[in-house]
C-alpha cells in the first residue's frame, strides 16, 4: 500500500523543537522577529502572509511587517529594505516574490541583508550551498524536501533520485544539497531526453517543473517514492502539483500530497531560519 508522506507530522514534530528554541532565545533576552515585506497585494501574498503571522504567533515569534504600494519606486523601496537589513531588532528578512516590473530583483537580491536572507534570495547565501556549507540559511522549499525525507527516514547514501527542474530557487540547490547527503543526483529538465524512461529506474523522484499534473505513471515504479514540489492551478479552482496524483498514487511507494505535502513545511522552514538568524546574530 502506498504510504502518503502528509506535512501534518513532519511540521508538527518542527514546531517542536522550535518552540524549544525560542524559549532558548528568550531566555538569553532575545525576542526573534520576522520582518515581512509585501509590495502590493496579490490575494495569495495576503494569504500566505497572514499563515506565515498566525504561525509566528503560535511560535512566540515577533513579527514587522512592510505593506508596499505596487507603485514604488526602486529608490524608495531600497530605502525600506535598507532600514530593515539596518534594523536591529529584525533577526530575518521574508520579501514576496515576484516583484513589479519597476523593482530589479537582480539589484535587490544583492541587497538584502545575508544575514537575515532567511529565503535564501542572497547569492551569497546559495553561494554556501554550492559549496556544501548548510550551516547557514537554507532555501526554503529544497530545505522542506529534505525535511520531509529526513523525517519518514528514507536513506539518501547512495539513493539514485531524480530533480525535475533546474531552477536557482528549488532545483539546483535542492541537487546540492542530496549530494551532501550522499545520493546520486541526476537533474532533468525540459530539453531532456526520454524523462519519463530517466524517472522509472530512480528510488526518489522530486518534481519541481512548474507544469500542472505533468507526472503520471509513465515515470513511476512500485518502488518509487514521489516527492511533488508544483503547486499549479488545477483549472478547476482547486491546487494541484505537477504530478497527477491520482493516475500514480496507486503505483507507487509512497508520495506526497498537494495541498498537505511540501508547501505547508515550507512555513515551517522560514520560521527555522529565523531562528537561525537571531541566534547567529547573537553568537
Known amino acids: 500500500m502506498t504510504q502518503i508522506l ?16 525560542v524559549a532558548a532565545l528568550k531566555a538569553e533576552g532575545i525576542n526573534p522577529t520576522l520582518g515581512i515585506i509585501r509590495v502590493g ?5 495576503v494569504y500566505y502572509e497572514n499563515s506565515i503571522i498566525k504561525n509566528c504567533d503560535n511560535l512566540g ?13 526602486m529608490e524608495e523601496f531600497t530605502k525600506v529594505m535598507t532600514g530593515v537589513n539596518n534594523d536591529s531588532t529584525v533577526h530575518g528578512i521574508m520579501l514576496f516574490r515576484p516583484l ?6 537582480e ?20 553561494a554556501k550551498v554550492f559549496e556544501g556549507d548548510m550551516s547557514g540559511l537554507l532555501p526554503c522549499t529544497p530545505a522542506a524536501c529534505m525535511e520531509t525525507l529526513s523525517h519518514y527516514s528514507y536513506n539518501l547514501s547512495g539513493a539514485n533520485v ?22 546520486t543526483v541526476t537533474m532533468c529538465h525540459s530539453k531532456t531526453k526520454d524523462m519519463a524512461g530517466i524517472a522509472k529506474k530512480a528510488d526518489i ?42 493516475a500514480v498514487v496507486d503505483k507507487v511507494s509512497a508520495i506526497t500530497p498537494v495541498p498537505g505535502g511540501v508547501g505547508s513545511i515550507t512555513t515551517a522552514i522560514l520560521m527555522k531560519n529565523c531562528l537561525r538568524a537571531a541566534r547567529k546574530k547573537h553568537w
Open 6 to 21: 502528509n506535512a501534518k507530522p513532519v511540521v508538527q514534530a518542527m514546531k517542536e523543537n522550535l518552540q524549544q528554541e
Open 41 to 45: 497585494s496579490r490575494p495569495d501574498d
Open 61 to 73: 515569534i515577533a513579527t514587522k511587517t512592510y505593506s508596499l504600494d505596487l507603485n514604488i519606486s
Open 100 to 105: 513589479p516590473k519597476q523593482l530589479d530583483e
Open 107 to 126: 539589484v535587490i537580491k544583492h541587497l538584502i541583508s545575508a544575514d537575515k536572507d532567511i529565503d535564501c534570495m542572497n547569492p551569497l547565501n546559495l
Open 162 to 183: 531524480v530533480v525535475m527542474g533546474r531552477s536557482l530557487v528549488v532545483g539546483k540547490p535542492l541537487a546540492m544539497m542530496l549530494l551532501k547527503e550522499n545520493a
Open 205 to 246: 523522484i522530486i518534481a519541481a517543473m512548474g507544469r500542472a499534473k505533468m507526472i503520471d505513471d509513465k515515470y513511476v515504479s512500485e518502488n518509487t517514492v514521489v516527492i511533488d514540489v508544483g503547486i499549479n492551478d488545477a483549472g478547476d479552482g482547486k491546487m494541484c502539483g505537477d504530478v497527477d496524483y491520482d
